[in-house]
T-cell receptor, first 110, second 114 residues
Framework: KNEVEQSPQNLTAQEGEFITINCSYS?????LHWLQQHPGGGIVSLFM???GKKKHGRLIATINIQEKHSSLHITASHPRDSAVYICAVVRETSGSRLTFGEGTQLTVNP | EPEVTQTPSHQVTQMGQEVILRCVPISNHLYFYWYRQILGQKVEFLVSFYNNEISEKSEIFDDQFSVERPDGSNFTLKIRSTKLEDSAMYFCASLYRGLNTEAFFGQGTRLTVV
C-alpha cells in the first residue's frame, strides 16, 4: 500500500467549478507539500503545510494532522489550471526527502 | 524569481554509456536532491546532499550512481553505465533549510536510454 494516496486519480471539470483534490497518508509527517506538474513535466511548489490552512490566490490547502488528511481546493477553476497535482510528504523518520503520491490529473474544460 | 536550472533538457544515450546530468540550485540553498520519474509513474527519491556529502539515499541509488558538487554551484548526477530502465525524467530540487521549507524543482532532464 502506498504511504501517500490521492483521490481522485483523474478529474474533469467545467470552467468555473470548485475543485477538491484529496490526499491521505499513513505515516507520521513533519510537513506536506502540494505540487503542480505541467504537461511538459516541470514541477512547481504550490504549498508547504505543517498545520492548518494556507491560501494563495484561487488555491487553498488544508491539513488535518490527526486524521492524516489534506485537501487542495481550486475556486473558479480555469483551463490553465489543467495539470497534474501531486501531494508529497516529509516523513518524520526520513530527514527532509519527499515521498510522493501518484498525482491527480486535472482537466478543466472551457 | 530564483530558480533551479537543469541541463540538458533532453538527453539520448546508448545503453552502457555514462551520462552526467547537471543542476544549478538556488544560490543560498543548502540542501540538494535528485528525484526521478519513470514515464507514467510517481516521482521517486534518489539522493539528498548536504554539507558536501550524501545525507540520505534510496535503494535505487546503487553503485552506478554518484553525485557531487564540484565547484560550489553545480550539482551533478552521474550514471556510470546506463541501462534501459534508467530512462526517466530526472529532477533536481533544492531547499534553503531541510525541514518545513518550500522545495524548488528544476524543469527536469528527460533521459532516454536506447
Amino acid at each position: 500500500k502506498n504511504e501517500v494516496e490521492q483521490s481522485p486519480q483523474n478529474l474533469t471539470a467545467q470552467e468555473g467549478e470548485f475543485i477538491t483534490i484529496n490526499c491521505s497518508y499513513s505515516v507520521g509527517i513533519s510537513a506536506l507539500h502540494w505540487l503542480q506538474q505541467h504537461p511538459g513535466g516541470g514541477i512547481v511548489s504550490l504549498f508547504m503545510l505543517s498545520s492548518g490552512k494556507k491560501k494563495h490566490g484561487r488555491l487553498i490547502a488544508t491539513i488535518n494532522i490527526q486524521e492524516k488528511h489534506s485537501s487542495l481546493h481550486i475556486t473558479a477553476s480555469h483551463p490553465r489550471d489543467s495539470a497534474v497535482y501531486i501531494c508529497a510528504v516529509v516523513r518524520e523518520t526520513s530527514g527532509s526527502r519527499l515521498t510522493f503520491g501518484e498525482g491527480t490529473q486535472l482537466t478543466v474544460n472551457p | 524569481e530564483p530558480e533551479v536550472t537543469q541541463t540538458p533538457s533532453h538527453q539520448v544515450t546508448q545503453m552502457g554509456q555514462e551520462v552526467i546530468l547537471r543542476c544549478v540550485p538556488i544560490s543560498n540553498h543548502l540542501y540538494f536532491y535528485w528525484y526521478r520519474q519513470i514515464l507514467g509513474q510517481k516521482v521517486e527519491f534518489l539522493v539528498s546532499f548536504y554539507n558536501n556529502e550524501i545525507s540520505e539515499k534510496s535503494e535505487i541509488f546503487d553503485d552506478q550512481f554518484s553525485v557531487e558538487r564540484p565547484d560550489g554551484s553545480n550539482f551533478t548526477l552521474k550514471i556510470r553505465s546506463t541501462k534501459l530502465e534508467d530512462s526517466a525524467m530526472y529532477f533536481c530540487a533544492s531547499l534553503y533549510r531541510g525541514l518545513n521549507t518550500e522545495a524548488f524543482f528544476g524543469q527536469g532532464t528527460r533521459l532516454t536510454v536506447v
